[in-house]
């Protein structure tokens, strides 16, 4: 069974469309996350939530909005689409942090979004 | 969160031991040093962490030294497998947030 899975693996899409990617894990962690990863392979997070609250909200345009409806799914949907938006997106879920503690993340396999 | 300075790139044989280093001048002392993998068209996969001296488990070994400034991931006899980027990341222990700042990663590429 596939630990942090998303889909879609490839979406190919027009500007100014609206999309949706969702993200679930089967891990039981509590924390879940959204990673973009540029063409230069810098990785830079977006957004956390755990047990559906949002707890990192980076500088990220409020076309982006993370849904996360359970503590098992967090889905990001994407508005009026740019070409700049074309890159990698990373899910990763891992227990919840607590002070003194470091929990590794589990990442799913991406998905491309290509903005053409 | 203390920022990391690796190399860009590095070039092995297969069967060598390959070492890369990583300088985190900054590090406080809640942090810890945590390493992860990311093979081409793949998520970031954990290898290890550490706080101080030595670590090793069936991946890797992370070496420390006291003043907790650099640490150096070791990986013994790589194979072609192993090419792919390696990330340093300085975490901190207090965070409540799990926050990962990525840098740009050392790109391993295993040759034959």
């Known amino acids: 069974d596939t630990a942090v899975s998303q889909t879609p693996k490839y979406l190919v899409t027009q500007m100014g469309n609206d999309k949706s990617i969702k993200c679930e894990q089967n891990l039981g962690h509590d924390t879940m996350y959204w990673y973009k990863q540029d063409s230069k392979k810098f990785l830079k997070i977006m957004f956390s939530y755990n047990n559906k609250e949002l707890i990192i909200n980076e500088t990220v345009p409020n076309r982006f909005s993370p849904k996360s409806p359970d503590k098992a799914h967090l889905n990001l949907h994407i508005n009026s689409l740019e070409l700049g938006d074309s890159a990698v997106y990373f899910c990763?879920?891992?227990?919840?942090?607590?002070?003194?503690?470091?929990?590794?993340?589990?990442f799913g396999p991406g998905t491309r979004l290509t903005v053409l | 969160l203390a920022k990391t300075t690796q190399p860009i790139s590095m070039d092995s044989y297969e069967g060598q031991e390959v070492n890369i280093t990583c300088s985190h001048n900054n590090i406080a002392t809640n942090d810890y040093i945590t390493w992860y993998q990311q093979f081409p068209s793949q998520g970031p996969r954990f290898i290890i962490q550490g706080y101080k001296t030595k670590v090793t488990n069936e991946v890797a070994s992370l070496f420390i030294p006291a003043d907790r400034k650099s640490s150096t991931l070791s990986l013994p006899r790589v194979s072609l497998s192993d090419t792919a980027v390696y990330y340093c990341?300085?975490?901190?222990?207090?965070?409540?947030?799990?926050?990962?700042?990525f840098g740009q990663g050392t790109t391993l590429q295993v040759k034959p």
């Open positions: 990341l300085v975490v901190t222990g207090s965070s409540n947030t799990g926050k990962l700042i």
């Open positions: 990763a879920s891992s227990q919840a942090h607590r002070g003194g503690s470091y929990n590794e993340q589990f």
